[in-house]
């Protein structure tokens, strides 16, 4: 078996590859807050920017720049259409655990999500490590592939459980450094199920350093563009209150008006009619 090392630039790749993980869950998290107080396509756009977020900045850019701290004896190559279909499944899945637990409250639709997007991540995940070419065979310890997939759905069962209910600066950020754990310990789990046997293959595809400058545009684009949709949009507390507002004005429209009440009849010396006497 050839050597694996997954930290050949010390702690430089693990401590960017949480930042980065870190940073994404905590805009997915903002952003799922505001989809949590708005209504109709406005609530499934701040859903996408969400797990564009989560599934784009905080896991698949995260994978791929800890990646750059795997080493074994052969140059590593990647195949760009495999690591493009990652990143479209990361995203994905995410989308739609989210959705499927903003339809409605419950364990079995936290559940049903977290089953999605975790096992999407682990696929995700594992599309990543196909996309590697190296002079060598790559093996899986099947218990630790199936240990990393666990994490997975754990770790994206918790993250939606927190899109879902965590609110305010404090507690946000906290969430978003916890997902940062789980995500990279996943990553991990799965980097230490792999084995390589040498071999006399040709890597085929693009160079590891052929990605990183069109991953640090996209990444710093795709970041300025949420923060600028966070900064520029009302904040969640403004947006249930114009919520509550259109509730309110809908039920009015609804609400059938009384009809008006006749005035009382008067007796000619000024007495109503149906006032007795005394």
């Not at 590859?17 to 609530?43: H, K």
């Amino acid at each position: 078996m050839s050597h694996i090392n997954h930290f050949s630039h010390g702690a430089l790749t693990p401590l960017l590859a949480y930042l980065m993980s870190v940073v994404g869950s905590l805009l997915g998290l903002i952003l799922t807050s505001r989809a949590r107080s708005a209504q109709g396509a406005s609530r499934y756009r701040w859903l996408a920017g969400g797990a564009l977020a989560i599934g784009g900045t905080g896991i698949w850019v995260m994978h791929f720049i800890a990646m750059m701290g795997f080493d074994v004896n052969s140059e590593i190559r990647f195949s760009v259409g495999l690591t493009a279909v990652s990143a479209v499944v990361a995203v994905g899945v995410v989308y739609g655990g989210l959705h499927v637990v903003s339809r409605g409250d419950g364990f079995p639709r936290l559940l049903a999500g977290g089953l999605l997007a975790g096992t999407g991540v682990g696929a995700m995940h594992y599309i990543g490590m196909f996309a590697m070419s190296m002079s060598g065979t790559l093996t899986y310890d099947p218990v630790m592939v199936a240990l990393s997939i666990l994490i997975a759905i754990v770790a994206a069962t918790v993250a939606l459980w927190f899109t879902l209910k965590v609110e305010g600066p404090l507690a946000t950020t906290g969430a978003a450094l916890m997902m940062g754990v789980a995500v990279t310990g996943m990553h991990y789990t799965g980097m230490y199920a792999l084995s390589v046997a040498p071999g006399a293959n040709v890597p085929q595809g693009a160079r590891a350093m052929d990605f990183l400058l069109p991953l640090i545009a996209g990444i710093s684009l795709i970041t300025v563009g949420l923060l600028l949709a966070i900064l520029l949009s009302p904040s969640a507390r403004e947006m249930r209150e114009d919520s509550e507002l259109l509730e309110r004005l809908q039920q009015r429209r609804t609400t059938p008006a009384m009809p008006p009440q006749p005035a009382p009849q008067r007796r000619p010396d000024g007495d109503d009619l149906f006032t007795p006497r005394r």
